[in-house]
């Protein structure tokens, strides 16, 4: 019973906090003009969900054992007569220390959640801080101001014309 509420709690934790690193991501990349293909490729995938869900759940390593010593006390308890003291007292004490176990994996799930999201905070920004390829540009850019420049100083009258550009330009004028 604790450890099925344990697990849900954990699924929870893990299903907001993959939400709301995807919400981060989603946001920084809108807010570079990366296109949908990047985007995509940026989104946390089944995959990445998993490994911090599971890494999350790791928290509760000390859990298990303590909830498993619990259960079988519970058992004998529920089997014991009255005369079984040591049965009860064994089942305090393993109530007992479920209880601590479980405080302590919460304070080590909270720990083990800001190590995700300072992990993730690294990657968030690297998203934010990418720019779009300035080479496909140049590429363009530079041999169409060549060859402006060059057809201005032509028409400019500060080359000479070649041959084929006015016999273009004979075509084109009356």
Known sequence: MWLDAWEEAVGAVARTFVAEIDARLEREAAAA???????????????????????????????????????????????????????????????????????????ALEDQVERELAHWQGIVARTGAWRRSLWPVVAVALPALCLAGWLGLVLGGYLPAPDWLVAVW???TP
Do not use: C, H, K, Y
């Open 170 to 172: 004979n075509a084109v």
């Open 33 to 107: 003009r990366m296109p949908e293909r990047i985007r995509r490729e940026a989104r946390l995938d089944d995959a990445e969900s998993g490994a911090v869900a599971a890494r999350l759940g790791s928290a509760g390593a000390r859990l298990v054992p303590a909830l498993d010593r619990f259960e079988r006390a519970a058992l004998q308890l529920a089997t014991a007569t009255a005369r079984d003291r040591a049965v009860l007292a064994e089942w305090q004490e393993a109530l007992a220390t479920a209880g601590r176990r479980l405080e302590a994996a919460w304070l």
